[in-house]
Structures are given as structure tokens and as C-alpha cells.
Nanobody, 124 residues
Framework: QVQLVESGGGLVQTGGSLRLSCAAS????????VGWFRQAPGKEREFVAA????????YYTDSVKGRFTISRDNARNTVYLQMNSLKPEDTAAYYC?????????????????WGQGTQVTVSS
């Protein structure tokens, strides 16, 4: 069983930065691939970024490439999403998701565990 808790969301102006954190319980978090997803009001939840169990492989949706960076610290059981050059279209609730032995957690259908989400709002 893994529990995920996101933090770091907030209100930021266009062009600003935020760093989201996803803290996990459990001693085997390093066995889980992790993804970040987001959901804007009235829209479906979509993939943003993913990282493999050891952190050696990362994946991004095209709209955030070059602006967002996913990383993990398995010693701290935490995954991060550094978000730079934020745009109003990045406004959404951001969710952390984990899959045991997941290499590329890019689909909501793959997920074993979800966090409760953290809101990111980018003002124009």
C-alpha cells in the first residue's frame, strides 16, 4: 500500500515557477514508477510527466517539454515536478500517481495509487 501526498501548488503569474512535491509512504517507493497528471475544470485528466523507478528515464507531454522537469529522491520517498515559464493553460489540479514496477506511467489506466491533488493557478 502506498499513500501519496502532493504539495506546492498555488497561484502564480504567467512566466512564474512552482515546484510540486509528491511525498510517498512505504519503504518500497523506489519500486514504483511515478507520473504527474493534471485536470482542468470540464476536461479529462491528462498526462504531464513521468519518471521510472530509478529516475533514469523521464517522459513529458509535448506541451510542457523544455518547461517542466520531473525528478525523484528515493531516499526521501519524494518525486518533484519543477514547473517553469508557466502559462494560463497550465492551470489545473495536479495529481501524483504511482504504479508498482511502472516504467512509463503515462496513462490513467496504468495507475495503482493516486494522490489527492494540488491546485495550480496561473494568472494572465
Amino acid at each position: 500500500q502506498v499513500q501519496l501526498v502532493e504539495s506546492g501548488g498555488g497561484l502564480v503569474q504567467t512566466g512564474g515557477s512552482l515546484r510540486l512535491s509528491c511525498a510517498a509512504s512505504g519503504r518500497t517507493f523506489s519500486n514504483y514508477g511515478v507520473g504527474w497528471f493534471r485536470q482542468a475544470p470540464g476536461k479529462e485528466r491528462e498526462f504531464v510527466a513521468a519518471i521510472s523507478t530509478g529516475g533514469g528515464a523521464t517522459y513529458y507531454t509535448d506541451s510542457v517539454k523544455g518547461r517542466f522537469t520531473i525528478s525523484r529522491d528515493n531516499a526521501r520517498n519524494t518525486v518533484y515536478l519543477q514547473m517553469n515559464s508557466l502559462k494560463p493553460e497550465d492551470t489545473a489540479a495536479y495529481y501524483c500517481a504511482a504504479k508498482r514496477w511502472g516504467v512509463r506511467v503515462t496513462s490513467i489506466n496504468q495507475v495503482d495509487y493516486w494522490g489527492q491533488g494540488t491546485q495550480v493557478t496561473v494568472s494572465s
